[in-house]
């Protein structure tokens, strides 16, 4: 086996698994709470559109492939985005999107820059193609923009950025983006990940529409696992120049999103007002989780996203697991290098004072 696995692709050795929040089954079967809160994966606590969960139950034809090219489900994207169908790739989620991207850009002789906290899955990607990490320092938590262009070199492909960044929930604005484009040869490839933008309200937030006419090197990655509440399904798109998504269709799988996944978002995409209800709440109940957090005497780092991560006079994987056996799942952020945070996603009223009550409980 040591000979087998010495011949691995460089990066893979030193890589770390991807650590999922625990599953609401395991809690129940480990713990056995009276009742279990999930706010570690940043779900939306109202589920899918009710529309998207109601084509689910009439799920048929299980038998054939689905549509390998997402015809339908681009045809709506593009509308939905003011762009055409060329410029759109359906992902297995949009992890899916970002591992494609590497695969196409990075190999042993190059790098990749990302910010220091930002989303692990850029990580795993550049690892496992062997390329090279480069780091740049946060500030204040957030992605130091002003910086990445000096953190470039010649080996540099793909410059990753998070925006809101999870697990911070910090964001870069639109000016502070462009004056980073306009320092970057556009032979790199920027990727822009949008998971969370719905959830925004800064004013001066990225114009998205905006950034895709005028750059050509720049691939922005949204996802229906977040706001659109369909995250086991596994779907997610980039949008980008029309010949870097040609080079993206080249290289993945033929059938990599599913029927249930394309019809689902196909009804969601539809669905503005199930996102508008979705948004407020989140807003209401951000502002009241951090106002609460606050008043405990808890740091946190303001949010534009669906989350928010705080510390404060505890030890942040003793707390995860005494909430756990309360029944109430957050997420430790130690693999961010935040080991005195913890990761707590926004829920519904009910579920956040659950919370509360049972984080009063335990610190007490
Ligand atoms: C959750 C998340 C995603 C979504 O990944 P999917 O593969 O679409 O489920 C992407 N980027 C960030 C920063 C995230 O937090």
């Known amino acids: 086996m040591n000979k087998l696995l010495d011949n691995i692709n460089k990066g893979i050795a030193e890589l770390h698994p991807y650590e999922p929040g625990r599953s609401i089954d395991e809690v129940v079967a480990e713990y056995k709470p009276d009742k279990v809160v999930k706010l570690a994966s940043n779900e939306n606590p109202l589920g899918p559109s009710p529309k998207a969960a109601k084509i689910l139950s009439q799920a048929n034809n299980l038998h ?3 549509d390998g090219d997402s015809k339908k489900l681009k045809a709506l994207i593009a509308r939905h985005e003011l762009l055409t169908e060329k410029n759109i790739i359906v992902g297995n989620g949009s992890n899916e999107v970002l591992e494609l991207a590497a695969r196409a850009f990075l190999n042993k002789d190059t790098s990749a820059v990302m910010s220091k906290h930002a989303f692990a899955v850029y990580k795993i990607v550049t690892q496992s193609c062997g390329s ?30 998070a925006n809101p960044n999870n697990p911070t929930g910090t964001y870069n ?10 320092k970057i040869s556009s032979s790199v490839l920027v990727i822009l990940d949008l998971a969370y933008f719905e959830y925004v309200d800064a004013e001066d937030y990225v114009n998205a529409n905006a950034l895709m006419s005028k750059y050509s090197n720049l691939l922005i990655t949204k996802t229906f696992s977040k706001i659109q509440g369909l995250a086991s399904l596994r779907i997610g798109y980039g949008l980008a120049h029309p010949d870097l998504i040609a080079v993206l269709n080249k290289i993945r799988q033929p059938f990599n999103s599913n029927s249930l996944a394309q019809h689902a978002a196909c009804e969601a995409i539809l669905d503005e007002d199930h996102i508008k209800k979705s948004v407020e709440l989140n807003s209401y109940q ?3 989780l951090y106002q609460q957090l606050t008043d405990m005497g808890m740091e946190c780092i303001p949010s534009q996203g669906n989350f928010i991560s705080f510390k404060g006079n505890f030890d942040a994987k003793d707390l995860f697991t005494s909430l756990m056996k309360q029944g109430v799942i957050v997420r430790p952020i130690a693999l961010y290098d935040m080991p005195e945070y913890i990761r707590v996603t926004v829920g519904t009223k009910d579920e956040n004072e659950y919370f509360l009550e049972k984080l009063k409980e335990v610190l007490s």
């Open 173 to 182: 604005s639109h000016e502070e983006f462009e004056s980073m484009m306009s």
């Open 132 to 161: 090279k990490i480069i780091e740049v320092p946060a500030k204040n938590w957030k992605h130091a923009l002003d910086d990445f262009p000096e953190f470039i070199d010649e080996s540099t492909r793909i410059c990753f950025v």
């Open 64 to 66: 054939l492939y689905p």
């Open 286 to 288: 951000r502002d009241f």
